[in-house]
């Protein structure tokens, strides 16, 4: 499974290590579990769970 890349400076998604455009180091694209919205629904399953649990 191949990691998708962004160049920091170009904003360009690639797969390599180092944006062939800028020669600078990509970085690996956060995946959506980490994301705010995220964490959102996180609280909603926990509100859920106590509801069972009461
Ligand atoms: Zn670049």
Do not use: F, H, Q, W
């Not at 690639?14 to 994301?35: D, G, H, N, Q, R």
């Not at 926990?46 to 069972?52: D, F, L, N, Q």
Request: positive net charge.
């Amino acid at each position: 499974m191949k990691r998708i890349l962004k160049c920091p400076k170009c904003d360009s998604y690639t797969m390599e290590e180092e944006c062939s455009e800028c020669k600078v180091k990509t970085l690996a694209i956060i995946p959506a579990k980490y994301s705010p919205d995220d964490r959102m629904g996180k609280y909603r399953r926990m509100g859920k769970k106590e509801e069972k649990k009461d």
